[in-house]
């Protein structure tokens, strides 16, 4: 383990590993991951690239028989937290670390109960605050302009492109400070595809971000650092 | 070849059942809409009594059907609505919240209790009448036992549809609100007790109908063949399917039998609108859960 942690580090892992049951998945796995940049994570399936970002949300704790060993650190407003502390609660742990999956999973209600969906999880009730924050956080998708006319239409009828960046919006409206990202773009044609690069770009000064990806030529594009699982 | 036949064999084999278990429902159900519609009047449901003097509470119905669907709708309201949170916080716990040797030691528990059958929870409410008689004096057989050992009967298929329909939750969208930052609670309240209801609605429609129908469970605990409109919990009550019952094993002449079709017909329309209520409360629901801004 290093010992002096480098000021513009963001996320750092020590001698991490990980099982489902026997099966081993992470072993002794221990890297860092610089703030404001976009750290890609690359490797074959079933390599346990999607349990790795797991780990930061800590929402594999849920699935029956999983174990992690070692320690991961996030520095969550310029402060190193051990996030496997008792001290985290696990709701504000995940207001700061945004999550994004692979399909896009917005709940069955309309566009703008969607975003404001973890505004009401966190007990923000104004109704103008709540109103910019929705505005904000679909411009910051490249959202607003497409949506701001049927923002109490069902979330489910927008298209594929369109409802990830919606996931993407959703999991901003919180200002997290960490976003990860489960091939966000694997489901989706070129087009919306290269929207969402463009997208995570625009906001990697604000938002540290881990993105798992296969398309090298993504990689190529977007990312500022490369982690390899194999 | 063989393959082939064994194709087209379990196809027609499931359309003839399918075709055959709806003939049987038409059969049945125009059957009793044939004899039981020209039974039907006004004198059936409220006898010699002036309609206007039976809705100011001003004169008892002596001889109509209007007191058995009075007691069968307080019955199906007060029953179903005593079991339905019961039932639901037990399949949330069963869902959400219970976990190992505790799990299936309830589970097992509800499905001993959804086998008994009615006649033993009769008894039931029966013996809890006559032990509460013992320390109230005015307790007997009344509407509130009826009402309770029909929930008690009805509670095992509330208990199970809740469960099924939240374990059925596809995880992709359990894991959604947790992601975002949600307790426990607040994905139970706003995501996954919401996303059942079409599923949990569906059991409780099960249960109205279940205490709609049920002949065995009142008639050992309260129910008689003419009581009036029930003044109170505490009084005995007459019901629709208990009249059927009574009528088609006693009736003295053809027109008392064409009653009880005509009681029949009652008893459909009565389920007909209670499952309607259930199903437009159930969509005003997810209206007001998800999409009202």
Known sequence: MKEIISSNIKIKTVNLSFNYGRLSVLKDISVEFPECSISAIVGPSGKGKSTFLMIFNRLWETIPGARMEGEAFIRLKNKWINIYDRSVSLPDLRRSVGTVFQTPNPLPMSIFKNISFPLKLSGVKEKQIVDKKVESALKQAFLWEEVKDRLNEDARSLSGGQQQRLCIARSLILDPEILLLDEPTSFLDAESGRIIEDLLLSIKERCTILLISHYMDQIRRIADQVETFE | MRAR?????????????????????????????????????????????????????????????????????????????????????????????????????????????????????????????????????????????????????????????????????????????????????????????????????????????????????????????????????????????????????????????????????????????????????????????????
């Open chain 2, 5 to 293: 036949f064994t194709e087209i064999f379990v196809t027609s084999f499931t359309w003839v059942s399918g075709l055959l278990f709806l003939s049987a429902a038409f059969t049945v159900i125009g059957f009793l809409l044939v004899k039981g519609i020209p039974a039907l009047s006004v004198s059936l449901l409220f006898g010699e009594t002036a309609p206007v003097d039976v809705f100011l509470l001003r004169r008892q119905v002596l001889t109509g059907l209007f007191p058995a669907i009075a007691g069968t709708c307080l019955l199906v309201i007060l029953a179903v609505g005593m079991a339905t949170p019961v039932g639901l916080a037990a399949g949330i716990y069963l869902a959400e919240y219970g976990r190992g040797s505790l799990k299936n030691f309830f589970s097992l528990f509800y499905d001993i209790l959804a086998g008994v059958p009615s006649i033993v929870i009769g008894l039931f409410g029966f013996s809890i009448a006559i032990i509460l008689h013992r320390y109230v004096n005015d307790i007997y057989p009344c509407l509130l036992i009826s009402a309770l050992a029909l929930a008690l009967l009805v509670l095992p298929y509330l208990i199970r549809t809740t469960q099924f329909a939240m374990e059925s939750i596809p995880s992709k969208i359990r894991l959604t609100a947790p992601a975002l930052g949600a307790t426990k609670l607040q994905n139970i309240v706003y995501v996954l007790f919401p996303r059942s209801l079409p599923g949990i609605s569906s059991g409780i429609i099960l249960a109205i109908g279940r205490c709609a129908e049920d002949t065995a469970v009142i008639m050992l605990t309260g129910v008689v063949a003419s009581a009036g409109i029930p003044g109170s919990l505490l009084s005995a009550y007459e019901a629709l399917p208990f009249y059927i019952y009574y009528i088609s094993s006693q009736y003295r002449d053809a027109a008392e039998l064409q009653t009880g079709y005509g009681a029949a017909v009652i008893l459909l329309v009565i389920c007909a609108c209670l499952f309607l209520v259930a199903f437009y409360l159930k969509n005003r629901l997810i209206e007001r859960m998800f999409y009202s801004r």
